[in-house]
């Protein structure tokens, strides 16, 4: 932002100051100076320049009643009646003024709510269901209405807590079957033991651990509900009021968010991939956070005294006192354990192998950098079988985002540093073809999505990007020099977005490489720009820590002209996926940007590539049509798709184990038949930025790659796949990276 504008805000901001009635600051601390500054904000700054009007005013609302209650089960017609008399058009008013004061009226009556919904369910606990009738629930509510009275509340919860009894008694009756089976086993063991000559002395066990407690199915769901009326509680003002301003944000498009102190240090972190800490998971687990695991390498890993399922129950700054944690909120606990660098951190722990419960230690560590290397690029080359026997040597980079260092200068963390040392390592082994694998990649900065580009074309525009005046703005790659020459592909799916799609545009539009995957990217084209509020403030209002705001202030477009909001990416390729029935795409979201075209910018493209992709497309069909692994992933994704439209779920068990009878079943003769074909998995080498380092050993592998997760909403769980599965995708991709003979360069056609 130039100064002339920085200095125009700060006298609207200081005007705004002025605006706010000082018993609201007294209240509401920052909140109400905040939320004005987020309001001119979005209306000056944003790229749809969109007025805060009544309009906004009741999407507003609605956002920020589906906050907390998503499904439509916590609050009542009445309730949301009375929100919308009182402030359906009335919001766009009250965030001019700094009124907050919806943010907790609202939040206050779905505490209330969910309090009486709670008493419910362990009502509905205690009864009786049965589970031969034809009843049915209706899991996602979303767009359904609320229930206008008691009666209605009441059955929607007793056919929800059905579902959930339901659930527990088939996972009990699996639980059951597998205790048995594995106790059958145990028994021909022994006996076939007890029938052979003993080859050493048999080992003394030493006294056998008493059995955890089981959970009654209403204990089970009790404790379930508790928990969730728990973290509400455990909501803070801060809480609430990001989730009100976010819920205006949310208006103006998806990807424009406020953040909290909080959220925009995780979102410097996502891009860094480093934080200073002591390297554990935390997760909360009735009211204590339990340690998941360890980092390897960071202070806790090295210290070894800290272990995983170790509860921790107070923190201590340095030889500061000690203070109590059970029942805080996680974020605050992980906030209070990071740090600056070389600083100390004390922490009482309940060790999960004490004998005595009542035992404590208190565990002192130091503060350092921790590198988050499971985020970062990482490269394998598999040996793929030619036809006339020659074997292709082909490399796959799985990024999984475009992740920059932002302030760490010349020597900050980089994609495109990262990958640029893989490439060489890749081609020192062989590589004569690369596969960049996206599928997981949600974006990132947008000037590492231009530098990594860079790698692979020669100089020339990458994408262009128009603000809200309509000015349009070229990003080039300026250095002629290139990382890899040889064939390439680009492996995108529905999770592949914004940064993502920009890489796989350009490569497409430029000739550069063949783009495989689902039938489409997520369609994010939308550019944003993280504006700290403090610098809006003036410093008497600055240690109210405002945090910041994402906004969307740019979208970009390829070079040939067309945009890929809504849209995405198509690729050249379709390999039929789960990703292909997903809803979780930018076209699925109602604030999402519109699509729209600019003209082409000039460009270099090859041809050599395009003469070749219909002959590449038709070996890869027949592949696989031919290819039992995704005859299956069809099968499935029919049944998904029928599911889906049903809505509806059965409560009735003998359906349900007939159901989940026919799914074990299909997933066993499958499993049966993959052994049976004594299929091998292409032989690979693993090359990470630790082995380049010299921090771990080169490791060959002939395992299966691990199918990345479908990027699906929870109500899509049918998505999961059986472990055993292999990444039938990856494996189609390199057969056709295999068909990619090095190309020449053929005559460039100049747009």
């Known amino acids: 932002m130039n100064f002339f504008i920085f200095r125009r805000f700060i006298a609207v901001t200081l005007a705004l100051v002025l605006a706010v009635p000082a018993c609201a600051i007294d209240k509401y601390g920052g909140g109400p100076i905040v939320t004005e500054l987020v309001g001119r904000l979005l209306e000056q700054t944003h790229y749809a320049r969109r007025p805060i009007d009544d309009a906004v005013s009741v999407e ?17 017609k009445s309730d949301v009646d009375e929100f919308e008399a009182k402030y359906a058009k009335t919001l766009d008013d009250r965030i001019k003024d700094g009124d907050v004061e919806a943010a907790y009226d609202i939040f206050d009556r779905v505490i209330s709510r969910l309090e009486e919904r709670v008493a419910l369910v362990k009502t509905l606990t205690s009864s009786t269901f049965t589970f031969t009738t034809d009843d049915q629930v209706v899991l996602d509510r979303h767009k359904l209405g609320w ?78 509900y508790d928990r969730i009326l728990r973290s509400y509680k455990e909501y803070d003002g801060i809480d609430v009021f990001s989730t009100f301003v976010s819920a205006l944000t949310r208006v103006f498009d998806p990807h424009t968010d406020y953040l909290a102190a909080a959220q925009k240090e995780n979102f410097d972190i996502s ?24 980092v390897p390498g960071g202070p806790a890993a090295e210290d070894k005294r800290l272990k995983p399922n170790d509860k921790i129950e107070a923190v201590a700054q340095g030889d500061g006192p000690f203070i109590e944690v059970v029942g805080m909120k996680l974020d605050r606990l992980v906030q209070m354990i990071r740090g600056e660098k070389g600083t100390s951190v004390r922490m009482r722990v309940m060790p999960a192998d004490a004998i005595d419960p009542a035992t404590r230690v208190v565990i002192t560590l130091v503060r350092d950098e921790i590198k988050l290397t499971d985020q970062e690029a990482k490269a394998k080359i598999f040996t793929v079988p030619g036809k006339n026997g020659a074997a292709s040597r082909v490399g796959v980079l799985d990024l999984p985002s475009f992740y920059a260092d932002m302030r760490g200068g010349s020597d900050g963390k980089s994609a495109t540093h990262d990958t640029e040392r893989l490439i060489a390592e890749m081609k020192r082994r062989g590589a004569d073809s690369l596969i960049i694998d996206l599928r997981r990649d949600g974006g990132g900065s947008l000037s590492e999505a231009v530098s990594l580009t860079g790698l692979f074309i020669n100089a020339g525009p990458v994408v262009q990007i128009k603000d809200a005046r309509g000015t349009i703005k ?17 492996l995108t799916a529905r999770g592949s977005a914004s940064a993502s799609e920009i890489f796989a545009a350009a490569l497409q539009d430029y000739g550069r490489g063949v783009i495989v995957g689902e039938k489409s990217t997520f369609g994010k084209g939308t550019v944003q720009s993280v504006l700290e509020l403090n610098q809006y403030l003036p410093p008497a209002y600055r240690s109210y820590k405002p945090g910041a705001l994402k906004l969307t202030i740019q979208k970009f477009y390829r070079v040939s002209g067309g945009s890929t909001q809504h849209r995405g990416v198509l690729p050249d390729i379709h390999i039929p996926f789960y990703g292909d029935i997903s809803e979780s795409t930018e076209s699925s979201q109602p604030s999402a940007l519109p699509y729209d075209e600019v003209e082409a910018a000039p460009y270099d493209r090859s041809a050599a590539l395009q003469a070749r992709l219909s002959s590449l497309a038709k070996a890869s069909a ?55 074909r004594k299929e091998k998995p292409y032989a690979s080498e693993d090359i990470t930025l630790a082995i380049l380092d010299g921090k771990a050993p080169a490791v060959s592998s002939t395992t299966a790659s691990t199918p990345p997760t479908p990027p699906l909403d929870e109500e899509e769980a049918a998505y999961e796949r059986s472990p055993d599965a292999p990444d039938a995708v990856l494996e189609e991709t390199l057969r ?16």
Not at 739 to 751: C, T, V
Request: charged share 35%; net charge positive.
């Open 271 to 294: 891009m860094k991939l480093s934080l200073v800490g002591i390297g554990a998971v935390l997760r909360s687990e009735d009211g204590y956070a339990r340690i998941v695991s360890l």
């Open 622 to 676: 027949a592949r696989v049509a031919a290819s039992r692994e995704f005859q299956w992933i069809k099968e499935d994704m029919a049944r998904w798709e029928k599911q889906k439209k049903d809505k509806a779920l059965s409560l009735n068990e003998k359906k349900r184990l007939a159901e989940s009878k026919t799914e074990e079943e299909r997933q066993a003769a499958r499993k049966k038949e993959r052994a049976a």
């Open 736 to 751: 056709i990276a295999a068909d990619l003979a090095p190309l020449q360069e053929g005559q460039a056609a100049r747009r």
């Open 474 to 490: 070229l990003l080039r790659d300026s250095d002629p020099m290139t990382a890899f020459d040889g064939p390439m592909i680009v």
């Open 147 to 224: 229930p206008a009275g008691q009666a209605e509340v009441r059955e929607l919860w007793r056919l929800r807590i059905k579902h959930e009894v339901l659930l527990e008694r088939l996972a009990k009756l699996k639980s059951e079957e597998a205790k048995a089976a594995a106790a059958k086993a145990a028994l021909e063991k022994k006996e076939k033991a007890a029938a052979e000559p003993p080859k050493i002395a048999a080992k003394k066990e030493g006294p056998a651990e008493a059995p955890a407690k089981e959970l009654s199915t209403k204990e089970t769901i009790d404790q379930r």
């Open 60 to 76: 507003f609302l609605r956002n920020y009643l589906d906050a907390y209650d998503y499904n439509h089960m916590i609050l009542e």
